[in-house]
């Protein structure tokens, strides 16, 4: 098997509660002070019905051989008519991270988004201090458009976050 389809990207659906609530359990360091998955079965349920709406896509990311989850993708806050953007958000299970799991899921999803979704841009907003999502975004082809001072509400307080960019190169609104 070679590297370019170790992943899958999937929906995620109500099925995956179990398995997806336990990874998260096990990956809460990882995780802190970078992000809040969902942890329990209600938080779960609501991620699960954001990602039923027009304007957010939540794919897990599995292993072809196994088909164990091994890290999410979320398209937040999609937009579509003349800007045709979303947010980006992503975050492995613990005992996937370092292997290059992530790169080829969000590899995949950025793919999707613009030729599959007809986005134009995709942003992910991330912590400076958060050195291995930056150098994964980089990898990826995002580049450092600025800086959003106090841009989320993170573990009790308002943080700055860089905004990683990347674009569609297209002409026209046609994919």
């Known amino acids: 098997m070679t590297d370019a389809n170790r992943v899958y990207l999937r929906n995620v659906s109500k099925q995956d509660r179990r398995e997806f609530l ?11 002070p970078w992000i809040t998955p969902p942890l329990a079965p209600a938080t779960f349920d609501r991620y699960l019905a954001r990602t039923q709406r027009d304007d957010h896509e939540g794919l ?8 164990a989850i091994i890290g999410v993708v979320n398209l937040n806050n999609i937009i579509r008519g003349s800007f045709l953007s979303a947010s980006l958000g992503y975050y492995a299970g613990a ?14 999803a950025i793919q999707n988004a613009f030729r599959e979704i007809g986005l134009h841009r995709l942003e ?3 912590q400076p201090e958060n050195i291995l999502s930056i150098r994964l975004v980089k990898r ?15 573990a009790g307080a308002w943080r700055d976050h860089e905004r990683w960019v990347i674009i569609h190169e297209r002409n026209g609104m046609s994919g």
């Open 95 to 108: 005992p996937y991270a370092g292997m290059g799991y992530m790169r080829e899921g969000l590899e995949i």
């Open 60 to 67: 897990l990311v599995c292993l072809n051989e196994t088909h």
């Open 22 to 32: 336990s990874l998260m359990q096990k990956s809460q360091r990882l995780h802190d």
């Open 140 to 154: 990826c082809g995002f580049y450092k458009e600025g800086m959003a001072k106090n841009f989320l509400y993170i």
């Open 124 to 126: 992910a907003n991330i």
